[in-house]
């Protein structure tokens, strides 16, 4: 029998540093096919423990082995999300390095050399090398100051540091790639108030055998369609991921323009926050492979390039991601609700190996497996999300006690949760919390339907999916009705603020890097979000402030953690600040937590944890859960322990 704690006093062997260490995150898997031992794997890997360095590895001899040292860091900050920070050829390495964003180059000695202007006002992304002539394509972003905004383009960059345009004039570019044998470069574009999610372009030039790259034709610009991923196959031939008929299936280049290849009720996209995303990608010989998500968990299977069927394999994993293709294998991200994000190599049979792992949790930790859960909601509608009920290797609870929940929001708000075994969420189940990991309407991987379902109702739609859940849960008898809290960042950090102000659901709630005054974020964010607010609540001012919850300060009354990075450039420290300050006059219980040097989203392992702690001591105060341990020192003002 296990000894008995009250839910949420639990001590557990998952600390805030494991939580930390699984910030070690793999992204854009390339594969250098000029190398003279044939193609070879790169991938950019984060460094929680470097302050949330991000350096280019690779496999040798020894393994893997980095090849950037201290300080250099490759990291974008085009739309201010960057990615597809680096490319490779033949040994030689192009990377946008964080400090300056600036195009490095690293040679097959180790030597380092910037070959665009450090101290020019440009930054770049989604390199991409052009091996015929010997030169980069990618996007760049100016931030002239006399410009009303930044201003893209589609570049190409010389061995002189020469950056010459492609394509410039259209608000948004991504995704450029070149045809096998140059002749051809392709791209994506889109424009103020879309974002690319809800309508972008295809667009092409020609490359004649000189290297001239010729004026921008489009290829497909549809009116109401998004386009992900555009991909050439080895003989030329292009496909591309539209969302045609609801869900993002591929298409491919015919006489009359595209043709739908999938037919899947699935998605074979993502929402492009980053660059260098892929999600299929062709063997030398053609084959093609593709990841697919559907309900909540992601599939990796082969597309019969016949009959466009999606052939899933059986596969000890459900959450894939960054898939390409070496030679006749594969290499993809992977992960389950057990193990961590890795990166495996695999034959075309679906044998394979790991070849990096994240760090894991303790061997001896119980698990929390995620149930799948969709449940009514406002307007007739059904939303979704994975529930991780309480649970540990060593306590139980009172029979007739049930578990505190939290309910879990994304950021976006057109993001997804998924099944991924998330160090966070054990970090909670494990010391007796219920999670909720919402996929309120406005998440993708439920279909264009789905995924603009919170078009003019941000705020009000989430809320309701989030208030539904927790009742869901309630009325099952799984949880705790007056113990539930809310935590979310950025978009999620948003819900968090609404739910409380706009309704009488939690108890408390944490709000990482959260948005109070949607006025104010319309005014001052960054270019990529601009006009976001456009499609999501609109620009009238009574709208915005009936959405906002800092003009509704006087309606919230239960206790509101805020943690918020210094150089947050998506959501300024203001947003949080202006919260904090109209709660603490009201004498609302608020803390508070501002890490200097963070931006968005928490990358260095101290503040990972800081974070973490806080919100565990915060919890535990204002539930007043008994017999916590090793709680750190949190400063709530207006708050009475006793």
């Known amino acids: 029998m296990k000894p008995i704690r009250p839910y949420g006093s639990w001590p557990s062997s998952i600390s805030a540093a494991h939580v930390a260490a699984a910030g070690r995150k793999f992204a854009d898997l390339r594969v250098d096919r000029g190398a003279h031992e044939g193609p070879r794997l790169y991938w950019l890997e984060s460094r929680p423990e470097e302050a949330g360095r991000n350096t280019i590895m690779t496999l040798s001899e020894h393994g893997a082995t980095s090849c ?24 030689f390495i192009w990377f946008v390095n964080a400090s300056d964003q600036a195009v490095w180059m690293r040679d097959p000695e180790g030597h380092l050399s910037a070959i665009t202007d450090p101290d020019a006002d440009i930054r770049f ?3 991409q090398y052009d091996a015929r002539f010997g030169r980069l394509i990618a996007i760049a972003e100016d931030l002239d100051e006399s410009l009303d905004e930044p ?24 995704s450029p790639r070149l045809s096998p044998g140059s002749d051809r470069l392709v791209w994506l574009a889109w424009n103020h108030p879309n974002m690319p999610w809800d309508v972008s372009e295809l667009w092409q030039a020609s490359i004649d055998d000189e290297g001239h790259i010729g004026s921008p034709t489009p290829l497909w610009q549809p009116d109401d369609v998004s386009l992900f991923g555009p991909v050439f196959d080895p003989d030329g031939r292009l496909h591309v991921v539209a ?30 926050w980053v660059f260098g995303q892929s999600t299929y990608d062709f063997t030398d010989d053609g084959r093609l492979f593709a ?14 390039r016949d009959s466009g069927t999606f052939n899933a394999w059986r596969h000890d994993c459900d959450f ?13 991200v992977a992960a389950n609700p057990a193990r961590a994000k890795h990166i495996r190599r695999l034959d075309i049979e679906g044998a394979g190996e790991v070849l990096r792992s994240a760090d894991s949790l303790p061997a001896d930790a119980a698990l929390s497996r995620p149930e799948s859960m969709s449940w009514p909601t406002g307007g007739d509608e059904i939303a979704h999300g994975l529930f991780y009920p ?7 609870a009172p029979p007739d006690e049930r578990p505190p929940l939290i309910l879990k929001c994304h950021g976006g708000p057109t993001g997804a949760t998924d099944t991924a075994l998330d160090a966070r969420i054990q970090y909670w189940t494990s010391r007796g919390y219920a999670v909720l990991d919402v996929n309120y309407r406005g998440s993708t991987g439920y279909g264009r339907d789905y995924r603009m379902a919170l078009d003019g109702v941000w705020g009000v739609a989430d809320v309701e999916d989030c208030r539904t859940g927790a009742a869901y849960l309630a009325e099952a008898d799984r949880i705790d009705p007056d113990r539930v809290l809310i935590s979310g960042s950025s978009a999620g950090g948003y819900a968090v603020l609404s739910v409380l102000a706009f309704t009488d659901l939690a108890a408390a709630g944490a709000s990482y890097y959260g948005i109070g005054d949607l006025k ?21 001012d009574d709208t915005l402030i009936a959405r906002s919850p800092l003009y509704h300060a006087d309606q919230l009354s239960c206790p509101v953690l805020f943690l918020q990075g210094g150089q947050d450039k998506v959501v300024p420290p203001d947003q949080a600040e202006s919260m904090v300050e109209a709660l603490s006059e009201r004498g609302v219980p608020v803390a508070y937590v501002l890490f200097e040097s963070e931006r968005h989203g928490f990358r260095n392992a101290d503040n990972v944890m800081t974070a973490i702690e806080a919100e565990r001591t915060f919890y535990s105060r204002v539930l007043r859960i008994s017999d916590v341990e090793d709680l750190e020192p949190l400063t709530i003002e207006n708050f009475d322990s006793a």
């Open 151 to 174: 201003a893209a383009r589609v570049v190409s960059i010389h061995r002189d540091g020469s950056v010459h345009t492609l394509a410039s004039g259209q608000d948004f570019y991504a």
């Open 68 to 91: 950037l040292d201290a300080p250099a860091s490759a990291r974008s900050a085009v739309y201010e999300y960057g990615g597809g920070a680096f490319a490779v050829h033949a040994g």
């Open 520 to 540: 104010r974020l319309l005014a001052s964010t960054h270019k990529f979000e601009s006009r976001y607010l456009e499609r999501l609540i609109g620009r009238d």
């Open 125 to 127: 992304a989604d390199l």
């Open 243 to 272: 969302d045609v008929d609801n869900w993002w299936n591929i298409h491919r280049e015919n006489e009359a323009g595209f043709e739908a290849l999938t037919a899947e009720q699935g998605e074979f996209g993502v929402p492009q």
């Open 320 to 332: 894939f991601e960054q898939i390409t293709a070496i030679g006749d294998r594969i290499a993809v």
């Open 291 to 304: 990841l697919l998500a559907q309900d909540g968990a992601w599939h990796l299977g082969e597309v019969d």
């Open 390 to 396: 309480p649970v540990s290797e060593r306590w139980t």
